[in-house]
């Protein structure tokens, strides 16, 4: 489901099979109760029924909004509220045998909001009180052959007498998969440049700092002398970086580049040359993305996110968006066929890509589904 009206349009203009749709989002969008109002929505021929909705619920939670199970997931508040709201109006309007649903791995995570509960708990309860039984697993895209950490709650509901849900973690563990390498996705060479709308960075090298008030500025200062490292050789280490990059980069994603290229390299014992797989993901801080593990730099991504810049030292720029569509178990041809044209802009589809499903993923969850579905 898609809120934002100018992705809707280009999905909608090249695809008019998803039009029946295009009423049940707006619908969502103005946080109206029932998805299926929409006359053009099916109602009697969905079987199984596969969704995500916005993470911002979750995030409401963290930040001290909201008390109760209805502002968690009953909540028609937003439009973030609206979508979660809506698909289960729509699936137990309807009774829809088989529901399959993802979110991120805050679903699994105790809220002092919720009373100690977990986001899935709610949900759970409100799925029983309509008849379901349910089932989830954590499931990371690197454990189903790609190239990216990408950790998310997979949850499968079964309508009462049409199957039993608790078989679905077991299934999803038995199709577990080696990730893929990088190797694979990123190429380092003859690939054009992130289009984000903005020009090759041009930073004079004495304009590099870390005496400013800024937090990243005070935080790069720790780091160094947390590693023993001499400030001036991170300041050198931009300077290098500055010099040969071909990509938009602001000081602080400038900075956290080479501090994570120092940091390989003094644990290495090597240059980024000998290291072209590696992707430094650089809209995080320094202290992220090493505790995401430093050594999935060397062979995987860390999750694609709609936003996230991923700069390759090998080459001097950002994977593209069509690598990470690769990331996410897509094609390039994939992505055109989606979006109807091999010329939109990069960013537009990064944006797409990074909230889509992990399709191997997703594959392996609707499999386990088949085998937990009892038709008849």
Same mark, same amino acid.
């Given at each position: 489901?898609?809120?934002?009206?100018? $992705?809707?349009?280009?999905?909608?203009?090249?695809?008019t099979i998803l039009e029946a749709y295009s009423d049940a989002i707006k619908l969502c969008e103005k946080q109206l109760d029932h998805i299926?109002?929409?006359?053009?929505?099916?109602?009697?021929?969905?079987?199984?029924?596969?969704?995500?909705?916005?993470?911002?619920?979750?995030?409401l939670l963290r930040n001290?909004?909201?008390?109760?199970d209805n502002c968690a997931f009953n909540c028609r508040q937003g439009k973030t509220g609206g979508p979660a709201f809506g698909i289960r109006k729509y699936v137990f309007k309807h009774n829809i045998p088989i529901v399959i649903l993802e979110n991120v791995s805050g679903m699994l995570?105790?809220?002092?909001?919720?009373?100690?509960?977990?986001?899935?708990?709610?949900?759970?309860?409100?799925?029983?009180?309509?008849? /379901? @039984?349910?089932? /989830?697993?954590?499931?990371?895209?690197?454990? /189903?052959g790609l190239a990216q950490s990408r950790p998310r709650a997979w949850m499968l509901y079964v309508l009462d007498g049409h199957g039993d849900a608790s078989q679905f973690p077991d299934i999803m563990q038995q199709l577990r998969l080696k990730p893929s390498s990088l190797k694979h996705v990123v190429h380092t060479s003859g690939i054009a440049d992130m289009v984000d709308g903005r020009k090759k960075m041009k930073l004079a090298p004495h304009s590099f700092s870390l005496d400013g008030p800024a937090a990243w500025q005070r935080d790069m200062k720790a780091l160094c002398k947390e590693f023993d490292y001499d400030c001036q050789d991170?300041?050198?280490?931009?300077? @290098?970086?500055? $010099?040969?990059?071909?990509?938009?980069?602001?000081?602080?994603?400038?900075?956290?580049?080479?501090f994570l290229l120092l940091r390989l390299e003094n644990e290495y014992d090597s240059t980024p040359t000998n290291f072209p797989e590696m992707v430094l993901q650089v809209d995080q801080s320094p202290r992220r993305v090493l505790a995401n593990n430093l050594h999935f730099l060397l062979h995987r991504l860390g999750c694609v996110t709609p936003k996230g810049k991923y700069f390759v030292p090998s080459r001097g720029a950002f994977i593209?968006?069509?690598?990470?569509?690769?990331?996410?178990?897509?094609?390039?041809?994939?992505?055109?066929?989606?979006?109807?044209?091999?010329?939109?802009?990069?960013?537009?589809?990064?944006?797409?890509?990074?909230?889509?499903?992990?399709?191997?993923?997703?594959?392996?969850?609707?499999? @386990?589904?088949?085998? @937990?579905?009892?038709?008849?």
């Amino acid at each position: 489901m898609e809120h934002d009206a100018a $992705k809707l349009k280009n999905i909608l203009d090249n695809h008019t099979i998803l039009e029946a749709y295009s009423d049940a989002i707006k619908l969502c969008e103005k946080q109206l109760d029932h998805i299926s109002q929409s006359r053009r929505v099916p109602t009697g021929d969905v079987d199984i029924l596969i969704a995500g909705f916005p993470c911002k619920d979750l995030s409401l939670l963290r930040n001290g909004a909201g008390d109760d199970d209805n502002c968690a997931f009953n909540c028609r508040q937003g439009k973030t509220g609206g979508p979660a709201f809506g698909i289960r109006k729509y699936v137990f309007k309807h009774n829809i045998p088989i529901v399959i649903l993802e979110n991120v791995s805050g679903m699994l995570r105790r809220f002092t909001n919720l009373k100690g509960q977990r986001p899935i708990d709610v949900q759970n309860r409100i799925f029983h009180q309509h008849h /379901y @039984s349910g089932a /989830y697993i954590l499931a990371d895209a690197k454990h /189903y052959g790609l190239a990216q950490s990408r950790p998310r709650a997979w949850m499968l509901y079964v309508l009462d007498g049409h199957g039993d849900a608790s078989q679905f973690p077991d299934i999803m563990q038995q199709l577990r998969l080696k990730p893929s390498s990088l190797k694979h996705v990123v190429h380092t060479s003859g690939i054009a440049d992130m289009v984000d709308g903005r020009k090759k960075m041009k930073l004079a090298p004495h304009s590099f700092s870390l005496d400013g008030p800024a937090a990243w500025q005070r935080d790069m200062k720790a780091l160094c002398k947390e590693f023993d490292y001499d400030c001036q050789d991170l300041l050198d280490k931009a300077k @290098s970086v500055a $010099k040969t990059c071909r990509a938009a980069m602001n000081d602080r994603e400038l900075f956290t580049a080479s501090f994570l290229l120092l940091r390989l390299e003094n644990e290495y014992d090597s240059t980024p040359t000998n290291f072209p797989e590696m992707v430094l993901q650089v809209d995080q801080s320094p202290r992220r993305v090493l505790a995401n593990n430093l050594h999935f730099l060397l062979h995987r991504l860390g999750c694609v996110t709609p936003k996230g810049k991923y700069f390759v030292p090998s080459r001097g720029a950002f994977i593209t968006s069509d690598e990470l569509a690769k990331a996410q178990g897509m094609s390039s041809n994939d992505v055109t066929a989606l979006f109807g044209s091999n010329r939109l802009n990069q960013r537009f589809v990064q944006d797409c890509v990074g909230n889509g499903f992990a399709t191997t993923v997703c594959v392996a969850a609707l499999f @386990s589904a088949f085998c @937990s579905w009892d038709r008849h």
